[in-house]
T-cell receptor, first 113, second 114 residues
């Protein structure tokens, strides 16, 4: 089955630690995205990548980093510089501009204490 | 700047009835796409329906249809014959840039009463 996987579903970390969230897709999509969702708010874009080895900051990139070494993978690192890291994180992918909608993974709930 | 506004934080509908969720947007692009996504309690984002701005005809997907008013920048979602499984958060989203970035509204929480 084609789709997007995110692991783990729930993640707990101590404050001051970096943590990496996994996102893998087997849809052969060029573009991948990371969103953050907080209660009462819509999704906000953290980073996106339209092609391997290239990525751009979204609206709330501070305190996050990404890499795109393979087409299938787009891991997100939440660094200790992120002031409010506890949130629900969603990964998405798409064929590209104007060619299709974004497909979402099941999400990772990160709790930092 | 591109924006998406959903002015109804919560809505309620009786099973088998019809409900309309509102969405307005702003963009300077002439070529763009609009989407409605559903997020059930599992939190998986599911695409409900999409609309290309250049198409005048309103999109429909089974019980789901939109009323796309381009001049008014309005994109409402109509759910007919509402079912208990339709209960979810619904997000309106705009794709109006060269990067296929989605701009989301704040969502409307839909409750379906049996």
């Amino acid at each position: 089955d084609g789709g997007i996987t995110q692991s783990p579903k729930y993640l707990f970390r101590k404050e001051g630690q970096n943590v990496t969230l996994s996102c893998e897709q087997n849809l052969n999509h060029d573009a991948m995205y990371w969103y953050r969702q907080d209660p009462g708010q819509g999704l906000r874009l953290i980073y996106y990548s339209q092609i391997v080895n290239d990525f751009q900051k979204g609206d709330i990139a501070e305190g996050y980093s990404v890499s795109r070494e393979k087409k299938e993978s787009f891991p997100l690192t939440v660094t200790s510089a992120q002031k409010n890291p506890t949130a629900f994180y969603l990964c998405a992918s798409s064929i590209g501009r104007g060619l299709g909608e974004q497909y979402f993974g099941p999400g990772t709930r990160l709790t930092v204490t | 700047a591109q924006t998406v506004t959903q002015s109804q934080p919560e809505m309620s509908v009786q099973e088998a009835e019809t409900v309309t969720l509102s969405c307005t947007y702003d963009t300077s692009e002439s070529d763009y796409y609009l989407f409605w996504y559903k997020q059930p309690p599992s939190r998986q984002m599911i695409l409900v329906i999409r609309q290309e701005a250049y198409k005048q005809q309103n999109a429909t997907e089974n019980r789901f249809s939109v009323n796309f008013q381009k001049a008014a920048k309005s994109f409402s979602l109509k759910i007919s014959d509402s079912q208990l499984g339709d209960a979810a958060m619904y997000f309106c989203a705009l794709d109006g840039g060269a990067t296929n970035k989605l701009i989301f509204g704040t969502g409307t929480l839909l409750a379906v009463q049996p």
